[in-house]
Structure formats: structure tokens, C-alpha cells
């Protein structure tokens, strides 16, 4: 049984759940060994800490009587052993599962390492994992004197955690949700001027200026008043700041994509000089586009990103990276790049432009005023770099190839060569030990030779040398001889010979699993994949120290295309189904934890649960955006590989992921792989299933007539196959966009249909969405009464979307504390999710709610909200209906100027996407507007629209009077 001890807060030992009983003296001794886990404390050191004013002359026979009871005490609870004697003092043993304080250093750890590599998300999950653990001051119960010293330096270092995790949070956009927490942290340690700075900066983020600079002058009288001073300049500079509306201020959507950059850069200096040399913005010349050329293995990726390191300041407006071939030598379309630089550069991902002409256009638009260098590596021809190259000489791009581009429009090109004599030789030295080279310099120099002077060849080969210190250089070169002759015909035969020599002298088990890793077709491995295919830890630290796997980041890792190349003839690719299950497995792990498992059809794939991946329940979105290029690239190879009942599982799990982030052209990519592979197995389920997602897709798209075909050929499959519940859920789709398009009375009807599909089904949770869809048609034309009690009933079953519609049906019928508790329950769950379209489902249901309730200042904050949300995410629905009740205030108000622009607005952007009835509405709003104001002519006008769109729908006056908050004129 192993015990559990707890310093962060009141001292604690558990064992079996149950605290263990201690003495005062005992919980002071136990204090210091736990602040000093696993290294001796002294028998003086502890006298010190209990009896720190003068200790009696039994102190050193009290304190050994002391340890000796606590043992005694720790064995009768089951967990001896624990402390050990050591050579004048004792040593507790403790890891991070037995200690909360190792746990908790161990989350700053691994936070700070994702901050080092940018994964800022990552980064404030783990250190807020620590920070949890504090449950009050450390050794809270603990008065000893002789520990204040060490209590002090805990609380300091805890409190700059917290700063910096709120840094972190504060750079991702939470200012809103962060000022809480800071303004209990100013009122909690007042004379703490950092927290102060996080508050004013949260507060400014937020447009709130006024409140941003009264703060300060209460943080000013609070210093002077306890302090007799003035804040420090940081927080004098920050209020000046604040003044002129510095925009340095603003939140930093400066991208840094670049990889890590290696730490022993040697034997390129020429030519790193030559590059820097050239990489400058100049506003009066073209824009430096730069190619470095040569051959595999040569070093250009690794001089490309050292350059791009240290050319930061010179482009202060970020570092764009993106590596231009698949691992499969086929290049990376341009469309794919552009959207990966401007999702980057911060263009929502619902609003990128579907041709590369058109993306490549927004590309040039955004860098038109900003200093950005692009790192395109590895690129195959000109035709993929040209869309890339932006318009403007404030940029520079740094192209590596293994041609030389000739045609590409360029202002410079580098031929690297292989690296001089002298130069490779002390590149190996840095590896293997310049004492050990000159000891065989004959050997030493063939050795060389035969790396042919390449520095991924010299690198590996020194990682060779490194780890076997025993082996002679000469016996090394004679390897590496004898490798190349057996890889005569193979080509690229300094850097093969390399790594076939070093995964010879691999551990058995360490070559598998670099041939199993090598058969992936993922960009980059996580650390699971290795347990997947039965490695270890171990195993995958030898392959790192080999140099035959690079780290990519925390648990993350990658493979030179040369090494995967020649792993890959070792065979291993029978474990690769089983890494896909472990996709699909992390997949409908983050679905269900973002959303419930409703709505979603399952095929009979295995799956294997990849254990110690705690983001994708804890973040799933973060999760997610990590391994996005995973995905899409696990589900092009399970359809290589035949796999068509996974493919279409995994392609399907996905969706949601795909829609919540707005990645569009993954969800057709995606689609269009594993609709292909059911086809050719005639997997008529999976086909049907591929086609509801397709035509999902198509309909948030407003593409309705593609949409259309994909839903019947959907329907007609899940009819031949027999599967019940597939129809239901694509009848839902075809009533949904039946809706889109105003045609309300074919949409009630596939809803019902689908309703009792589902019913037969049992799939209870997906009938709550059917009612949502079915609620909310018949709300659009004022008739939700028959489906209300029912949907809302249902609410503990609830998707955010369900939250939405329940809380309009509720504000419909008049249940204004309920609708209004519903959407803040509703803006709390898709905040925490960052679910930025349900966000603004919610926002403007609160500003709706509060429209009614006549809390107008209020109201018309949430729905500017809302617009700025759903235009982000492509939400034009929203949007219009936010448009439209703020026109109705305007109104309300007799500014008809502006009303009347807010209801063209919302016409504008209901005619786009083709939904009449809200057209309608927005039409008869301006018709009233145009008639108060005494233009009879223009509401004429608009009374005559109103009419002809409302014969061309079927509908009548009577349908579009709702859908607009119901205002006294003030």
C-alpha cells in the first residue's frame, strides 16, 4: 500500500484513504523531509528546523526518537520503508504519485516545456493542473520557525506560477474570463504590482479603458498610502500605455511556427552570414525571396531555421514555416499552406476563401503592412512556391529544395554544398570526442570521407560513436564501409550507410520499433504511437540519442524523410492498424468529451485506447488543434491500406472537431479519402454515413444544391442497407436544410420522420436534437407550443446547440429568469470548450433575454458580441437575427437612420444565405421604420418585397412576427 503526502496546504499523511495521525514534533520533522524529498536531510538540519532558538542537549536524541515513532507510525498504516537511514541523517523516498509537491513541480515542468515550444494551450493545462494541487499555504499546520525561510521561498515561487500561467492565458485571448480571478488576486496581495498590470491589461483587452485607468489610480493611493511610494515604471509605463491606446497592447497575433533550432549549429557559419546578409525588408526593392538548394541530408532545413532564429527582430510581425513534401515524396498543395499561414496571420477559419487564387490574394492582403519571414522547406517545384511568395518587400521568404527552382522569380540562390574536410571533421568531434578522433586520425579522416562530408550522415554516425564508447573509430569506419558497398544501388549512400550502420547497433527491440514508427504516415508521433506498436520509453530515448528520431516537442517526435525511407525496408508495417485504432480510439474520445456521443454512427473497427493522454478529456479542442494534420493524415493512410471500416468511423468522429474549429477543407479532404475507399469496398453504411457529412459540410457551406444530392444518395443507402438509425439522423440533416431554405413545411415533416426513426432507434440523445431542429422550425413561424415542454424536458441530454434552442424556446413563451439562466449556463459550457459558434448562439440569446427584460445598455453589448463572434465563425443566421433586434432598438429610440441600416444589414445577410423568412421579417421592420418616420413612399416599397417574398414561400403576414424583441419606445 503506498502512502500519500501532502505539504501543499495543512501537512497530511493518507494511507487507504484514511489520514494517518501525527504529533506536532512529527509533523515538523516530516515537514523538512518532505521539502527535501529523496535527498538526505541531516540529523543537525532537522535540530535546526524544530529548535531553531536554542536547541536542549537532548535535541539530537529527540529527534532520532522522533523518526524512529514516525516510522513506526507509517508501518502500522502499511507503508514502511518509506524513510531511510542514511549516513548522519535520513532520507524520504517520494515520487510525484506519493507527493503532491513532486506532482505539482513536475506540471510546471512539463508547462514550462510546452511554453518553450509555443504550446501555449498545453502550457496552462499543466500548470494549472499544478496549481490545483495547492489546497492553502504551504505547511499551513507546520509553526516551526526554522521552516519560514523555505515556506517563504515556496509561496514566491507558486506566486510566479501563477503569473506566469496567467501571462500565458492572458496571450490566448481570456482576458474576459481571467478578471475574476485577478480581482481577487489585487484584493488578496495588494502590494503586488504584477497582478495589478494583469488586471489594467485584461480590463483594456476588454474595452474597457476607463475602468483599465481607474484601476491604476486605486492601485496608485494604495502604495502611497502603505508604501509612501509611487508604483514602479513598469506600472506607470503600462498606464501611458493605456493612454495613448499603444497598440503593442493589443492581443499578439504574431505567428511563430519554427521549429526548434538545433543547439550545436557548427560548419555553416559562410553561409549563414551570406543568408542574413540578404533577409532584409526593403520598401524600395522586390521582396527577397531567397533558395537554398542541395542535396538530401546536406543541412538545409537545419541552416534554414537557425537563420530564421536569429533574424527575429528583423521581423518583428512573426515567422510563418511549412514544410512543402509529404512523407510520401508527393508535394503539399499551396491551398493547404495558405490556409495553415492564415488561420496563422488570425483569419478565421469559416472565412477562408476555397481557390488558391483567391487565398493566395487574402495571403498578400494580410502581410501588405507587416514584416513576416516565410520558411517554405523542402519545396518540390516552382508551380507550389509561387502562390506562397507575398506581394510586398516588407516580407522575405527562404526557400529550401532539393532542385534549384531556376524559373522561380528569385533574388538570390545558395547551392549548399557538403561541408569542407576540416569543417566535417570538427562537427564529428563535437559529437564523439576530439580526444578520440585524434587518437585514429586515419580512421578518423576515412570515416569522414565516407560520411562523404553530409551533416545528417556526420550526426548520426557521431551519435554512433557517442554511444558506443568502446568501439575504436576504426572499427566504426570499416562498419560503415562495408554498409555502403551492400547499399551500392540505393542512393544517397553517405547518409543510408549512416543510419543503416546505427540502427545496427540498435537494441533488437529499438530497431522494431523504428521500422513500426517509420510505416505512420503522420507528420509528426506521439509518444503513444510507440506504446502502440510495443515500445517503451526507453526505447524511444535510445532512438533520440541515436539521432534517429528528432523531439518535436513535449512527447512528440519526427523523422528525417532519409531515415523513415530506409526504416520503412525493415518492414514493421503490421502494426500500423493498430495505431489507427488508437486514432480513431482518441478521436471519439474528444467527440464525446466536447459534445456527448449523440448523433453519431459507429463502425465495427478495433480500437486500442492509447493510455496517458490526458489532454484530449481535459482540453479535447487544444487536443485537437495539436493533431489536426495527424488526423487528416490517419485517415488518408487507413484508406491506402484498405481499412474502409475504420477510414469512415474515424472520418466520421471527426466532424465535430472539423465544425467547431471551422476547418473546412479538412472535412472535405477527409470526406473525399474515405468516400472513395467505401466505394471501392462497397461499404454501402460507411458511404451513407460519409454523404450525411458531406452534405452537412455543403449546407453550412449555403451550397444547397450539392447538398441536396449527397443527402438523398445518403438516404437511399441507409434505406438499402437497412440501418434505421443512419436514416434518422440524415433526415435530420435534409430537415435542417430544408429550413435553411424556408421550406418549412418539408422540413417539419423529414424532422417528424426522422423523430420516429430515432424513437425505433433508441437513441435517445439524437431525439433531443431532432426536437431542438423541430422546436425551432416551428418557433421561425410562431408555432413551438406542441414541442416545447418536451424539448425542454429533455435539457439534461442537452448539446450546446440544444442549450441554445431551449433557451429560445423558453424566452418565446415568456420564461425570461429561465431563458436567461439557460443561456449564462449555456456562454459558461462553451467558453470553457472555446466553442466560438455555440458562443455566439448564447451571446445573442443573452442580449435578446435582455432586451426583454429592458436592460438595454446590456442587451446591445451581447449582441455586438455576438456579431463579431459569428462573423468569425460564419454564422450569418446569427448574425442577421443580432442585426435585426438591434435595428428594433434603434427604433424604439426614433433613430430611424440607424435602424434602418441594421435592418438592411440583417436583409442582406438572410438573402445570402437564402433564408426568406428572416428576410421577411428584417423587410417588415424597415417598412414600419420607413412608415414612422413619414415615408410612406419607401415603406410601400418595402411592404411590396415583403409581399412577393412571402407568396414565393407560402407564408402570410402573421409568420414573421416574431424572431424581434418586443420594445417600448424610450
Known amino acids: ?101 513532486l506532482e505539482y513541480v513536475e506540471h510546471v515542468k512539463e ?275 509561387r502562390p506562397l511568395l507575398p506581394g510586398g518587400a516588407e516580407c522575405a521568404v527562404l526557400v529550401t529544395s532539393r532542385s534549384k527552382l531556376a524559373i522561380l522569380p528569385s533574388t538570390g540562390r545558395l547551392e549548399l554544398e557538403e561541408l569542407e574536410p576540416i569543417q566535417a571533421m570538427r562537427f564529428l568531434a563535437r559529437l564523439a570526442g576530439t580526444e578520440r578522433l585524434s587518437a585514429e586520425p586515419q580512421a578518423a579522416h576515412e570515416l569522414v570521407g565516407l560520411c562523404e562530408n553530409l551533416p545528417l550522415a556526420l550526426r548520426i554516425t557521431g551519435a554512433t560513436l557517442a554511444g558506443h564508447p568502446h568501439w575504436q573509430v576504426a572499427h566504426l569506419m570499416k562498419r560503415l564501409r562495408d554498409e555502403r558497398q551492400r547499399l551500392e544501388e540505393l542512393g544517397d549512400l553517405a547518409v543510408r550507410g549512416a543510419i543503416a550502420l546505427a540502427a545496427d547497433g540498435l537494441d533488437p527491440a529499438a530497431l522494431r520499433l523504428l521500422s513500426a514508427l517509420a510505416h505512420t504516415d503522420t507528420p509528426e508521433i506521439p509518444a503513444w504511437t510507440a506504446l502502440a506498436v510495443d515500445g517503451t520509453p526507453d526505447l524511444v530515448d535510445s532512438l533520440v540519442d541515436a539521432q534517429l528520431l528528432h523531439v518535436a516537442g513535449p512527447q512528440r517526435y519526427r523523422l528525417h524523410d532519409l531515415v523513415r525511407a530506409h526504416a520503412r525496408e525493415l518492414g514493421g508495417a503490421e502494426s500500423v492498424p493498430r495505431v489507427l485504432g488508437g486514432w480513431l480510439a482518441l478521436v471519439e474520445r474528444a467527440h464525446r468529451t466536447a459534445y456527448g456521443d449523440h448523433a453519431a454512427l459507429h463502425g465495427t473497427a478495433a480500437r486500442w485506447q492509447p493510455p496517458g493522454v490526458d489532454l484530449v478529456d481535459s482540453d479535447p479542442l487544444t487536443w485537437y488543434d495539436t493533431e489536426r494534420p495527424n488526423i487528416v493524415a490517419a485517415v488518408s493512410q487507413a484508406a491506402a491500406l484498405g481499412l474502409d471500416e475504420l477510414c469512415w468511423d474515424l472520418t466520421v468522429s471527426a466532424v465535430s472537431l472539423f465544425q467547431t474549429r471551422g476547418h473546412y477543407d479538412d472535412w472535405q479532404e477527409t470526406h473525399q479519402v474515405a468516400l472513395s475507399a467505401t466505394r471501392a469496398a462497397n461499404n454501402t453504411r460507411g458511404s451513407a454515413a460519409l454523404l450525411t457529412g458531406t452534405a452537412l459540410r455543403e449546407a453550412y457551406r449555403h451550397r444547397y444544391r450539392p447538398a441536396g444530392a449527397a443527402i438523398e444518395e445518403a438516404l437511399e443507402l441507409f434505406e438499402r442497407c437497412g440501418d434505421r438509425h443512419g436514416w434518422g439522423l440524415a433526415s435530420t440533416v435534409a430537415g435542417f436544410m430544408a429550413g435553411m431554405r424556408g421550406r418549412y413545411a418539408e422540413a417539419v415533416e423529414r424532422c417528424g420522420q426522422a423523430l420516429d426513426a430515432l424513437r425505433q432507434a433508441g437513441d435517445a440523445r439524437a431525439e433531443v436534437l431532432v426536437l431542438r431542429l423541430l422546436g425551432q422550425l416551428l418557433l421561425d413561424v410562431g408555432h413551438a407550443r406542441p414541442f416545447q415542454d418536451e424539448t ?49 448562439f448564447a451571446r445573442y440569446g443573452l442580449g435578446y433575454v435582455h432586451l426583454e427584460r429592458r436592460r438595454y445598455a446590456a442587451g446591445e453589448e451581447y449582441l455586438h458580441q455576438a456579431i463579431e463572434l459569428a462573423s468569425a465563425v460564419d454564422a450569418p443566421l446569427i448574425e442577421a437575427k443580432a442585426w435585426l433586434a438591434l435595428g428594433a432598438v434603434s427604433r424604439s429610440r426614433g433613430d430611424y437612420e440607424a435602424a434602418l441600416h441594421r435592418f438592411e444589414r440583417a436583409e442582406r445577410l438572410a438573402q445570402f444565405i437564402d433564408s426568406p423568412l428572416w428576410q421577411a421579417r428584417a423587410l417588415r421592420q424597415a417598412a414600419v421604420a420607413h412608415s414612422e418616420r413619414g415615408c410612406e413612399t419607401a415603406a410601400a416599397a418595402a411592404r411590396a418585397r415583403l409581399g412577393e417574398l412571402l407568396a414565393s414561400i407560402g407564408a402570410v403576414d402573421s409568420d414573421v412576427d416574431a424572431g424581434v424583441p418586443s420594445l417600448r419606445v424610450f
Open 111 to 385: 508547462g514550462r516545456r510546452a511554453a518553450a515550444y509555443g504550446m501555449d494551450r498545453q502550457a496552462v493545462m499543466s500548470l494549472r493542473r499544478g496549481l490545483e494541487l495547492w489546497r492553502g499555504p504551504i505547511l499551513a499546520d507546520v509553526n516551526a520557525v526554522g521552516l519560514e525561510a523555505e515556506k517563504a521561498r515556496m509561496r514566491e515561487a507558486r506566486m510566479a506560477v501563477h503569473e506566469e500561467c496567467l501571462e500565458l492565458e492572458l496571450r490566448l485571448g481570456r482576458h474576459r474570463e481571467l478578471l475574476p480571478e485577478l480581482t481577487e488576486l489585487t484584493e488578496e496581495h495588494p502590494l503586488l504590482e504584477r497582478f495589478w498590470e494583469l488586471r489594467m491589461l485584461a480590463l483594456y483587452r476588454c474595452g474597457a479603458k476607463t475602468e483599465a485607468l481607474a484601476l491604476y489610480q486605486n492601485a496608485r493611493a494604495i502604495f502611497i498610502e502603505d508604501l509612501g511610494l509611487e508604483p514602479g515604471r513598469r506600472l506607470q509605463r503600462l498606464e501611458q500605455a493605456i493612454l495613448a491606446d499603444d497598440p503593442t497592447l493589443d492581443l499578439d497575433m504574431r505567428p511563430d511556427q519554427l521549429p526548434s533550432d538545433v543547439p550545436d549549429f557548427a560548419g555553416r557559419e559562410e553561409a549563414r552570414s551570406a543568408l542574413e546578409a540578404v533577409l532584409r525588408p526593403d520598401p524600395g526593392h522586390a521582396t527577397p525571396v531567397i533558395v537554398v538548394a542541395g542535396r538530401a541530408g546536406v543541412g538545409k532545413t537545419t541552416l534554414a531555421v537557425h537563420v530564421a532564429h536569429r533574424l527575429r527582430e528583423r521581423f518583428p510581425d512573426g515567422r510563418l514555416f511549412a514544410r512543402l513534401r509529404t512523407i510520401h515524396d508527393r508535394p503539399v498543395a499551396a491551398g493547404e499552406v495558405l490556409a495553415h499561414f492564415l488561420r496563422a496571420l488570425g483569419e478565421p477559419s469559416h472565412d477562408l476563401p476555397d481557390g488558391v487564387n483567391e487565398r493566395a490574394a487574402r495571403f498578400r492582403e494580410c502581410l501588405a503592412s507587416r514584416r513576416v519571414l516565410i520558411v517554405l522547406d523542402d519545396a518540390v517545384n516552382e508551380a507550389q512556391v
Open 1 to 101: 500500500m503506498a502512502a500519500r503526502f501532502r505539504v501543499l496546504g495543512v501537512v497530511e499523511i493518507t494511507a487507504d484513504g484514511h489520514v494517518v495521525g501525527l504529533g506536532s514534533r512529527q509533523r515538523e520533522v516530516l515537514a523538512l523531509m518532505l521539502l527535501r524529498a529523496n535527498d538526505t536531510v541531516t540529523v543537525g538540519q532537522l535540530v535546526d528546523a524544530v529548535f531553531p532558538d536554542q536547541a536542549p542537549e537532548s535535541a539530537r536524541r529527540l529527534i532520532q526518537n522522533t523518526v524512529g515513532r514516525l516510522r513506526r507510525t507509517l508501518t502500522a498504516a502499511g507503508c514502511p520503508d518509506v524513510i531511510r537511514t542514511r549516513p548522519g541523517g535520513y532520507l524520504l523516498e517520494a515520487g510525484p504519485d506519493t507527493l503532491d509537491l
Open 792 to 840: 425542454v424536458a429533455a435539457d439534461q441530454l442537452t448539446h450546446p446547440e440544444v442549450g441554445y434552442r431551449i433557451g429560445e424556446l423558453l424566452l418565446t413563451s415568456g420564461r425570461l429568469h429561465e431563458a436567461e439562466q439557460a443561456f449564462t449556463d449555456l456562454l459558461s459550457t462553451v467558453t470553457e470548450l472555446e466553442d466560438l459558434r455555440c458562443e455566439a
